[in-house]
């Protein structure tokens, strides 16, 4: 697939921290691309400097080939988690008015169905719920007719049905051919649409690759969680143990061999959970912190 977006080697630094320590990845055209990582971790920074919002202290940008620039930037749709609109307008008004801004902008009556706002038009934005509003925001992230679109945490603070409504919608935008370019701090979210993940701790790329193979590369088997009592069992070779949060964790290829080997050295199964990995247990693996945290 072609490549549309290339970093190569982006550092920036504010005093003494190193907000972006050097990373480099590309994202093809055509998939959704997940930038994963916890407060402080740069990935905000590194966002912001693909939209052109923050210049690098060094290394480069590239966008179909070329080496980015104001013509780039400006091609690009961005939706933010919070974007101040022109009080005491409609729905209708505020696309008219954010579609003058560009020569050719997208055709609007395709906009207002791609993003279920037809019934919404003549309402006062500031009147919309949450969910409508980020489809109002969306439209308006879609308004310039962009192939390349950055969703800032678009779905934080809505409900379980609006979040999935905004699913499919993401997914609606993905069969175009365009790529996304999505920040979030729900698991399931980046499980569910992201094609590829990059989680970024400390300014640093840390894991980089498609969910699930990062989940198979990370983890065999199935996840045993137990209370953390402050004990150090022995495990079979192939199982791996990490805490967090007051919890063990472990992961084993061989449960009732493992759970065996528990019992026989008198830890207590109490508070037993078995599950399957998931981005949440990947992230608290390589941080050691949930995301959402």
């Keep these: 697939m072609k490549v ?10 504010y005093a003494e921290v190193k907000a972006v320590d050097g990373i480099s990845f ?16 740069g990935k905000t920074t590194t966002i912001e400097m693909l939209e052109g919002l923050v210049s690098a202290d060094s290394g480069d940008i590239f966008y179909h080939g070329h080496k980015a620039g104001k013509e ?17 307008l409609t729905v209708k008004e505020t696309l008219e008015l954010f579609a003058a801004f560009y020569d050719q902008p ?21 009147k919309l719920s949450g969910g409508q509003r980020q489809r109002l925001l969306l439209a308006l992230a879609l308004v310039n007719n962009p192939q390349i679109i950055f969703l800032d945490e678009p779905t934080t603070g809505l409900d379980p049905h609006a979040r999935r409504n905004f699913w499919q919608l993401i997914r609606q935008i993905k069969q175009q051919g365009r790529t996304i370019i ?3 701090h729900y ?16 300014g640093r790329i840390i894991a980089l690759d498609t969910p699930q193979a990062l989940l198979n590369q990370h983890f065999s088997g199935a996840l045993i969680r137990l209370p953390d009592r402050g004990q150090q069992p022995d495990l079979p070779a192939d199982a791996s ?45 390589l941080t050691g912190h949930s995301l959402s945290a």
């Design 4 to 13: 549309v977006l290339e970093v190569r080697d982006l550092k920036k630094h």
């Design 106 to 126: 997208a055709d609007l009556q395709q906009l207002i169905q791609l993003c279920d706002l037809t019934e919404l038009l003549h309402r006062d934005h500031r």
């Design 26 to 41: 590309s994202v093809q055209q055509g998939c959704c691309f997940g930038l994963l990582g916890p407060n402080g971790a």
């Design 182 to 184: 999505l920040t979030t």
């Design 241 to 285: 143990l990490s805490r967090s949060g007051g919890y063990l964790q472990i992961s084993s290829p061989d449960i009732e061999k493992t759970l065996t080997m528990l019992l026989s050295q008198g830890i207590s199964l109490e508070g037993l959970l078995i599950k399957s990995a998931n981005l949440d247990d990947l992230f608290l693996k």
């Design 187 to 202: 698991m399931d979210e980046a499980e569910q649409l992201c094609d590829e993940i990059l989680i970024m701790d400390k």
């Design 72 to 88: 780039h930037f400006s091609q690009l749709g961005v939706q933010f988690q919070q974007t101040a609109l022109q009080d005491f």
